[in-house]
């Protein structure tokens, strides 16, 4: 078969793809059950689930709802009324000057990334080649292959700030930022998620201003991936309020909310900016999905969206980022270990400084024995150069049982005291 460079490009071998295939492996190679720490699947929270129950079930019933469910497409930029409604919400919740055109709706937040990231970086007029600067990796592993061309993304190596009880937390190399000339020349747009998925990290108010002056001297974009963050599902831990700025465009989507497989995004920016998406939207899924804006439309008429998550997934989340950290400190005793200080998401990012193998021989030796993880190597895209860090980390979940999380990390600790010893399981 031959392909287009397009062609060989998506359909290469994508950190991304190995992860959503690994979703599908329930079972190992000797019929036991998987622990599934890989994927980003949100937990399973009743009082949500029993919301959107009830909510489908109203629409199922009302003859008017249903029929405005599924027999017409949306506009490219989703229903109207809705996109209202969620401009005046989303507005009063933030305190940010947002109409309904400056809102367009995607099918999953991923297929808005591919859109905005792909409207700024590559080939440009000129024939200039721009990137996205990603001013902090580790970044979402979900961005590494978006780009249409190659060499797509310019990104930094953070300063490790070491903490007490075995943490550490990633901060943005402002100083590198400034002595890098490429910056100045390459960068098309910053983009950054806050919460940071996969560290769990979340970017300061004050770094984020000091990457937004930066987008400001530079005259781009500034991204922030708001999957995990406020005002929904809000999984914020500590610090982190929500950042405004002329230069802003605001992801959101309803996946940890609980609706993942129901697929809508939400960006947020400026008229001329979401023209632009609604036009490349049209010519992609010439529509987006009206599913999550009916599932969700009553929750945000209440302003329950904003309270459940705040009040009620939040410390669903918390409590099992608590015990998770707690379990690796019970079973990592005698390791050379570190977690990334979990301030937000449902991730915990696992250091093992010298590990003797790397993380993708760790990965697969952790799914032999029924655990699955994500190798920390596919979440540094654009580094100009190697970085021996990038192969001591993984990334694991925490939204399954407590039990079956403690007994996972049971095997990842066991696993790697092995290796360091020099005899593997
Ligand atoms: C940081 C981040 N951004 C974006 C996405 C894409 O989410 P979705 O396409 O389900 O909205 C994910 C999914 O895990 C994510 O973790």
Redesign the pocket.
Known sequence: MRLSLFGEKLTGKAGILSLMDDLGAGVTEDGREMIMMGG?NPGIFPPMQEALRARLQKIVSDPALFHQLIDAYAPPGGDTAFLRLLAERLGAELGWPIEADNICLTN????A?FMLLNLFAGEAEGGRHRKILLPMVPE?I?YADLGIGDDFFLSMRPVIDPLPDNLFKYRVDFAKLAESSDIVNDVAAICL?RPS?PTGNVVSDEELREVDRLAECLDIPLII?G??GLPFPALVYGQGRPYWSERLIFCL?L?KLGL?SI?C?IVIASAEIIKRIRAMNSILALSPSKVGPMMIEEMLVSGDIFTISQQRLRPFYQRKMEAAVEAVRRSCVGINYQVHKPEGAFFLWLWFPGLPVTSLELYRRLKRRGVLVVSGHYFFPGLPEPWPHSHECIRVTYVQDEAVVRRGIEIIADEVRAIFSGCSV
């Open positions: 980003g999953g937040s991923q297929s990334f979402y979900g998620s998925n991936d999957a995990y989507s996946s993942p697929r995004g």
